[in-house]
């Protein structure tokens, strides 16, 4: 079989023009979609960065699934079964419960586990969510009539079907698909809350003693942002599922903190960050049609190689520099030494 | 730069203590790492906390700022319980309980100490940048405001956690072992601004580790190992037979203890 053969044809009409002209009724929800996820996803997880938490991104997106179905069956019996899709505000508030109760309970027994044991706190981490994330897929395939969730969706998410799902209307206005709109309200609360609370974070997150010295009490301050990290991922899964929500956390918070020096510059190179990628990989998947959210992630972490590519050169040419300035005899003491070690 | 502002200088029944602690017991996975502590420091006072490693020095500080949960006794601030109190005390952590790679210029680190007088959802004000500039610049650091605190040395960061302490603008100040891992030169102008501080009649507890300079640094000495050992008045407690009952048979110490005792005049038993 030749090799070529299994890269599709590039067609510039189809690939680049179309979705910004004909196609764009239906492909700018799914850029908007991709944008807004990204956005909220990476103030998040620049949070979770700075406080060396990274991992409890992965944790609560997978411990979220055990949440969600105890919410939806919990619903099912209270309000009885859903009959149509009309009930989208029913069902995001049920979503919303769910996420926020696993991923307090999740921060709460991970917490506890490592506190109260000599169990180090990634491997709480690690049995946490594991066990959660399996408590999960047996209530999904166990109640299967009462919880309308689809694990391969819950993992994956389906960017693609976001067009197609039903218009949120507000006083006779179509604002648009449900999903979009309540990712641009999360998205929206994301940033106001950044910038209202940013003093509090920042300190926090830096400097945990002073913060509590001043009265800001960290571990509160934590737990709010594990809630909000609930609310942001379970408003994300529909589109880019469990799997990708943990790269869109991480990877523009990663990339910006390579090229930026302070916060202000970093949060806001983490939204050019997910505009670029978001574009980059909507033309991406139009041409290899293969899952956009997966093809958005993958423009997201080409960004990120090509930041650390640039960040460990230039690191690479400062040094020899100021080794240039170090007269020699020292400098040849200094490669012996290192030669020993 | 002399003549302080003249402040009470002694404590009178109705006015409390800086700081009041009875009885104080804080447990780590229920071991006990300090046992039963009162102290009652007067106001405008330098006081020097010194103890063997694990003696609880830090421990207390903590527990005194919030930071470390008390298992048992109390804590007051000018009277009053931390909570309420907080915006009269200033902390300076050891320098490395932070991560010096977080994306903040030194500027932003000194604005932190204003936040706890800002206030939520509130920007720092005009004001604030003044204060912390010159706080910044009481430390000589000022050159430095816009540097990303990753490309500082140990002793310029010491100076960074001092300006900001600065800022605090507070009465009572806990500093975590101001003097670890810094150059001479960052050290002396510690020790100044540190008295200068006290001069304008703010009470300091400083964590030290050093015992030579002990007794030169503060005007008063806690000497502390899991319990009180002592408490009172440099000259009174820095002596040979109470130091040996701080730091036990750990005899390396004890000769730097003689020769340090010696020195200053003090008679070896």
């Known amino acids: 079989m030749n090799l070529a053969d299994l890269i599709p044809p590039f067609d510039i009409r189809s690939v680049l023009i179309d979705p910004w002209t004909t196609d764009f009724p239906e492909k700018g929800w799914i850029l908007l979609m991709g944008f807004l996820t990204s956005v909220a996803c990476g103030w998040v997880g620049q949070h979770l960065l700075l406080r060396r938490m990274a991992l409890m991104g992965d944790a609560i997106s997978h411990s979220i699934l055990p949440g969600l179905a105890t919410a939806f069956l919990v619903a099912s019996f209270l309000f009885g079964q859903r009959t149509d899709s009309s009930h989208a505000a029913r069902d995001s508030s049920v979503m919303l419960v769910g996420a926020i109760g696993a991923g307090w ?23 946490v969510f594991a066990t959660l994330f399996a408590i999960g897929v047996v209530l999904i395939t166990l109640f299967a009539d009462h919880v309308d969730l689809d694990a391969d969706c819950v993992l994956y998410g389906e960017i693609g079907f976001v067009p197609f799902q039903p218009t949120l209307t507000a006083f006779g206005i179509p604002l648009g698909p449900v999903p979009v709109t309540r990712m641009a309200v999360v998205t929206l609360l994301t940033v106001l809350a950044t910038l209202l609370f940013y003093k509090e974070l920042v300190i926090s997150s830096f400097d945990a003693g002073l913060a509590t010295s001043l009265g800001i009490h960290a571990p509160t301050v934590h737990l709010l942002l594990m809630g909000w990290l609930s609310v942001v991922v379970v408003s994300a899964f529909e589109s880019v599922g469990a799997i990708l929500v943990i790269a869109m956390l991480i990877v523009p918070g990663a990339t910006a903190s390579l090229v930026a020096a302070r916060l202000p510059t970093l949060f806001t190179l983490i939204v050019v960050h997910s505009a670029i990628s978001t574009v980059v990989g909507l ?24 930041a650390w590519a640039a960040h460990v050169l230039l690191r690479a040419r400062d040094q020899r520099h100021l080794s240039a300035d170090i ?13 020993l070690t | 730069m002399t003549a302080p502002p003249p402040t009470p200088p002694t404590a009178t029944p109705e006015t409390p203590p800086p700081l009041e602690i009875h009885d104080l017991t804080v447990a780590y996975h229920r071991r006990p790492v300090l046992w039963g502590v009162d102290l009652a420091v007067p106001a405008g006072k330098l006081v020097g906390i010194i103890g063997p490693n694990g003696a609880g020095k830090s421990t207390l500080i903590k527990a005194c700022m919030g930071v470390t949960p008390i298992a048992g006794g109390w804590v007051r601030i000018f009277g009053a319980p931390l909570s309420r109190a907080h915006r009269r005390v200033g902390y300076v952590p050891q320098r490395e309980s932070v991560d010096w790679d977080f994306p903040v210029s030194v500027m932003d680190v000194v604005l932190m100490g204003r936040y706890g007088k800002i206030g939520l959802f509130r920007r720092p004000s005009r004001a604030d940048r003044d204060i912390a500039r010159a706080c910044l610049d009481k430390v000589g650091m000022l050159p430095y405001a816009n540097r990303q605190i990753a490309n500082l040395s140990g002793g310029q960061q010491q100076r960074v956690f001092l300006a900001r302490a600065l800022a605090q603008e507070s009465d009572l100040y806990f500093m975590d072992e101001p003097f670890a891992g810094v150059d ?10 540190l008295h200068e501080l006290r001069d304008r009649g703010c009470t300091i507890l400083v964590v030290h580790h050093d015992l030579p300079t002990a007794r030169n640094y503060f005007d008063m000495l ?46 070896i038993p």
């Not at chain 2, 009174?236 to 130091?243: C, D, K």
Request: hydrophobic residues 45%.
């Open chain 1, 105 to 127: 309970i999740t921060t709460l027994l991970i917490g506890m586990l490592h506190r109260r044991s000599r169990i180090k706190q990634d491997a709480a981490i690690g049995i």
């Open chain 1, 283 to 306: 033309h991406l998947a139009l041409w290899l049609d293969c899952s956009i959210a997966g093809a958005m992630v993958v423009a997201g972490c080409c960004l990120f190689t090509i």
């Open chain 1, 327 to 339: 007269p020699p005899s020292s400098a040849s003491e200094e490669s012996t030494s290192t030669a």
């Open chain 2, 184 to 193: 001479a030169a960052t050290e002396a102008a510690i020790v100044t601004l």
């Open chain 2, 222 to 267: 806690l000497l502390l190992n899991l319990r009180r050992v002592a408490f009172g008045p440099t000259d009174e407690v820095f002596t040979y037979e109470l130091l040996q009952k701080t730091y036990g048979g750990r005899l390396t110490i004890l000769s730097e203890v003689a020769d340090a005792v010696r020195q200053h005049g003090g008679s």
